[in-house]
C-alpha cells in the first residue's frame, strides 16, 4: 500500500495549462494492515503539500498524538503536520471575555470558567480536546467558542491573540493538513460557490475512512434551514444589541425578532407530530400549494425585516455585518428548499425532519458523483481513498459509482493478516430460526444471545440495527443475566467504551456510531453479536430518491445500492471483533437469510474467512477451550 502511495505522488504532472484532473487511488485495507503509516509515510517523504481527512476527531488527534511521533522517531525528522478542526472546537477570546463580564452566569458555568481562566493561561491551541473534563453537553463551551457566523474577522479587537488566526498562519507553512471530512467538504463547497477557503490551498488530499464521503459530502452540497439556527440568530442578535445599541432600539429589534419567532412557531405547527424524516412535498400537497406559497413568503418578509434593522446597525461594527449576512443565507437557503418544480426536482430531494423540539428543512443533492468530479477531482492533482471497507462481494462497482470514480481509478484491496480460519468462527442460528419478518423474531433473538451471553462469560458487543430492539433486549437481560450490562444512551459513548474495556466480562448493547470506531483488544471484546443484516430504512426520502434514480436509469436498486450499502455496514460490525493478531472470538449474526435469500451470498463472501458453526455447541467448544492455540479450522 504504501508502495502505491508513493509511486503515486512521485508522478510529477505536468504543467498548469494541461492538467485534466486528479491521479485517483482507492485501497481497502482491512484491519491490521496498519494503513495509517502506510498513508502517512510516502505522504511525509513526497514533500508534497497534502490534507489527510477523517471521519472523526479521534483519528485526528491519533494521527496527530500517535502515529506522527512514531514516524519522527522511525525517521529521524521533524514532520511538518498541523491538525485542524472546525471552528467551534477552539475558544474564542473575544466571546471569552464576553462571557466574563456577563452577570448572568451559573453555579455550574462559573465552576467551569475557573477552570477555563487557568486552562487560558498555558494553552497553546485553544482546543477544547485539551479538556477532557468538559463535558460533551457543556451549556458553557457553545457560549465561548469560535462560531464562524459569530466571527468579526478583522473587526475583532483579540485578533492579533486568535486562536484561528494562529491556526491559519501556522497552516500556512505545514506541508501535512489533518482535518475531518465535515471540515474538508465544507471547504470545498465555500470554494466552489466562490466564498472563499477555509484551507489554503493543497496538492492533494487522502481520505481515510472514506466510506463516510458520500454522506457528508451530501450534506454539504446541499441546504438546510431550520429553527436551532434562528434560535442560535436571536440569540447573537440580542446579545450584540446589549453591547451596542440604546434601550429603544434594543426594544425595536427585540420586537421585529418576537414577530419572527411567531412566525416560525404558526410555520412549524403545520406540519405533522410524527418524528422522523419524511418528504417535503407529501407536506406541502397536505395543506395545498397555494398556502405553502403564503407561508414561506411571510417568513421570508418577517426575515427581511430583521436582516434590514441588522444593517442599519452596521456602521457600529463588523458584528452587524456579520449578523445581516446570516440573516440573508437563511433566507436563501429557505428559498431554495422550499421552492420545488412540480413533478420532482430530480438534482435534489427535498424533505423535513421533525425532532422532539424542531423541525429542519433540507434540499439534499440526490447524488454526489458529479459534484465530487468537477469539485474535487478536476482541482487537486492528487486523491487517494482508503478504508477498511469499500467493495462489496469482492467488487468496487458501488464505490466507484456513487463516487463518480473514472476508469483510470486505480483499485487495491489487501485483506486483513489477522487470523481468522484458526482464531474466530462465525455463528449463524439454524435453519427454521425465524427471519427477522417473523413476528416471533424478537423473542427468539433474545433468547438466543442470552445462551450465547452465557457461553462467552460476557465479553460481548451486541450490534443492533434499532433503538427498540435495544432496548428490548436490555429489558430482557436485565436481573437474568450474571454479567454487567452497558446500555447506550445510559452513558456517554467514552464512558460506556471505557467500562467495557476495563471490566472484563461486561456486555455492551448498542447502536448506530458503535457498528464502528470501537477499538477494545483483548479479552473484554470476545464476541461479536449483531441482530439482523443492517439494511436502511427504505421510507427515507434521501433512500428512496436515489433509490428511484437508479430504478429510473434502468439499474436494480436492491442490488446495485441497498445491498452494498448493508455490507459495507455489516462488514463495519464485524471488524470490531479482531483488533490485533492475538486476539480469539465468535462473530454471531442472528440473520439466517443469509442462508435462506440468494443475496446471502454477497453478504458471506464480504465477511472474513471465519469457519461458519450454526450449532450452540460449536460455540460451547469453542469457548471452552483452554489455550488461545485452539484450533477451529475444521469446524464448518
Known sequence: MAEALASLLAEDMEGENSF??????????????????????????????LVISTA???????????????????????????????????LCHYRWYQHRVSCQISLLEDSESDRIEMWLDKTETGDRAELPWLRDSSVLWPKISAQSNQCLGGECPESTSCFINQLRRRAGTARLLIVNHHLFFSDLALRSAGHGEVLPRYEGVIFDEAHHIENVASQFFGKTFSQYQLLDLFTDLERQAGLDLDPAAVDLLLGTIEGVRQRIEHFVSLFPEDRGRYHLDAMVDKISRASWKMEIEQIFAALDRLRQQAETHEARGEGWVTLGKRIAELQANLEEIATMETGGDFKNVHWYER??????????????????????????RYCVMTSATLSSAGSFAYAKDRLGLDDCTEFLRFDSPFDYRNRTLLYIPEAGFPEPTARDFQVRVNDRVFDILKLSRGRALVLFTSFKAMDCMADFLDGRLGYPVLVQGRASRQTLLNAFRDTTDSVLLAVASFWEGVDVPGESLSCVIIDKLPFEVPTDPVLMARIQIINNNGGQPFFDFQVPRAVLSLRQGVGRL???????????????????????????????????????????????????????AGVS
Open 20 to 49: 485534466s484532473g486528479a491521479r485517483l487511488l482507492v485501497v481497502e485495507a482491512e484491519t491490521g494492515i496498519g494503513k495509517t503509516l502506510a498513508y502517512l509515510i510516502p505522504a511525509i517523504l513526497s514533500g508534497r503539500k
Open 56 to 90: 472523526t476527531l479521534n483519528l485526528q488527534d491519533q494521527i496527530l498524538n500517535k502515529e506522527i511521533p512514531l514516524v519522527e522517531k522511525v525517521l529521524g525528522m521533524d514532520v511538518p503536520a498541523l491538525c485542524i478542526k472546525g471552528r467551534q472546537n477552539y
Open 355 to 380: 425532532r422532539e423540539r424542531a423541525i429542519v428543512l433540507s434540499a439534499t443533492p440526490v447524488e454526489i458523483a458529479g459534484h465530487l468530479q468537477r469539485c474535487l477531482y478536476k482541482t487537486v
Open 578 to 632: 479482531m483488533r490485533a493478531a492475538t486476539d480469539r472470538g465468535v462473530i454471531a449474526i442472528m440473520d439466517v437469510r443469509l442462508f435462506s435469500k440468494g443475496y446471502g451470498r454477497m453478504f458471506l463472501k464480504s465477511l472474513p474467512p471465519s469457519p461458519v458453526v450454526r450449532s450452540l455447541d460449536n460455540l460451547a467448544d469453542f469457548f471452552g477451550a483452554t489455550t488461545d492455540s485452539a484450533n477451529v
